[in-house]
């Protein structure tokens, strides 16, 4: 058992149980005589284990066959052009859900590639909410609808997800786009609700290197915008089972082995509820003290970020002092909003989150 309790956003905890196979398979994968880190991604040996984490993953969200899944490289952030590359197509004109940090990075890379309207924002709720579906506006001649379903930084999530149908105006069928980097796996979603999916590894499925994009096949046949780089084209990556050029291996195996965990914890409905206590606690704790607060409108509270401050900022190096004296470790919040930023991720145990509270508490009766 590791001594420390690591609420990190990302690159974040992963399940021990994971770590310790790895340690097992590290020198030696199933007799093979090398480590996963030295195998030809071509071989069988690595083909296997890709093939087994994809299946895993299509297992566990119940991924529609109109779907592919490719494993790629450059983060969530290069994402956030090769989307608007790949579906801006001939119209050249999105639309974006403004909800905070990571929204605003996605908008200003998109709009270096076409024309973006922003459709929903809570920018004037202090980015503290998610804006409900009636505020929406698309535009009638978008071609997809991005939003942040959890805003990791803001620690707002999205409770629902957007029947863009339902949306008010005029519009076709849009596909949604999502950056699920986050929540991604956090809980049973429903794939065919969304055009486009995206989630880097390093928080919820496994080491940074990675990450996972979730693509409905229809939207491989639309025209990458002029001068795509031939790795900046989802089609390059489709046609060549994510193997194009060198994917990011090791990454890959580590995802595959949390994949077999989530199996084996009971699948994504089984997480949910565990995730829902684990931040009830803390939220719990918040909501009947008057020296914690989190700004975030109670409705959209983020399951796997729960930001809070102290009622004396003073204080603020003394309870992350405290918290290191418990085991408790990067709880300090994002440098741009300050306070504390707890994250509890699928692998978070329940057990760490109690010794969290339990810290809070005493810190309280000490300090309020
Ligand atoms: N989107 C969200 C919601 C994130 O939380 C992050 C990383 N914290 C990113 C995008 C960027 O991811 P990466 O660092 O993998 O590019």
Request: hydrophobic letters at 40%; one cysteine or more; glycine letters at 8%.
């Amino acid at each position: 058992m590791r001594k420390i309790y690591n609420f990190s956003a990302g690159p974040a905890v992963l399940p021990e149980e994971v770590l310790q196979q790895a340690r097992e398979e590290m020198l030696d994968w199933h007799g093979s005589g090398m480590s996963v880190m030295e195998m030809s991604h071509r071989g069988k040996e690595f083909t296997s284990i890709a093939d087994k984490a994809e299946s895993a993953l299509r297992e566990l969200a119940n991924i529609p066959a109109n779907y592919k899944v490719l494993f790629l490289q450059g983060g969530a952030s290069s994402q956030f052009a090769m989307v608007p590359m790949n579906l801006l197509g001939k119209k050249g004109k999105a639309d974006y859900v403004n909800t905070g940090q990571w929204s605003a990075k996605a908008i200003s890379e998109a709009r270096n590639y076409g024309s973006v309207h922003i459709a929903a924002s809570s920018e004037n709720e202090g980015f503290n909410a998610a804006p409900p579906l009636e505020q929406w506006r698309i535009s009638p001649d978008t071609v997809y609808v991005h939003y942040t379903p959890n805003e990791t930084i803001g620690g707002v999530e999205f409770q629902w997800t957007p029947d863009l149908s339902a949306a008010p105006g005029n519009h076709d069928n849009i596909p949604l786009v999502a950056d699920m980097s986050s929540n991604f796996l956090s809980r049973p979603f429903d794939v065919s609700k969304f055009g486009l999916i995206y989630a880097g590894a390093q928080k919820n499925v496994g080491p940074a290197g990675l990450v996972v994009v979730i693509i409905r096949e229809d939207l491989l046949d639309i025209a990458p915008l002029a001068g795509t780089p031939t790795m900046y084209r989802y089609k390059t990556h489709a046609d060549n089972v994510s193997m194009y050029n060198t994917p990011p291996t090791y990454a890959i195996y580590i995802m595959g082995l949390v994949m077999e965990w989530l199996k084996k914890q009971g699948g994504l409905a089984v997480i949910e509820q565990r995730n829902i206590a684990k931040a009830k606690l803390i939220y719990d704790l918040i909501d009947t003290s008057s020296f914690y607060h989190c700004p975030v409108n109670p409705a959209d509270r983020s399951r796997m970020n729960v930001p809070f401050t102290l009622s004396k900022p003073g204080l603020d190096d003394a309870f992350l002092k405290q918290a290191q004296a418990h085991g408790l470790i990067q709880l300090k919040g994002h440098r741009s909003v300050g306070g504390m930023r707890a994250s509890i991720y699928n692998a978070m145990s329940l057990e760490g989150v109690q010794t969290l509270v339990t810290c809070m508490r005493e810190f309280e009766k000490n300090h309020a």
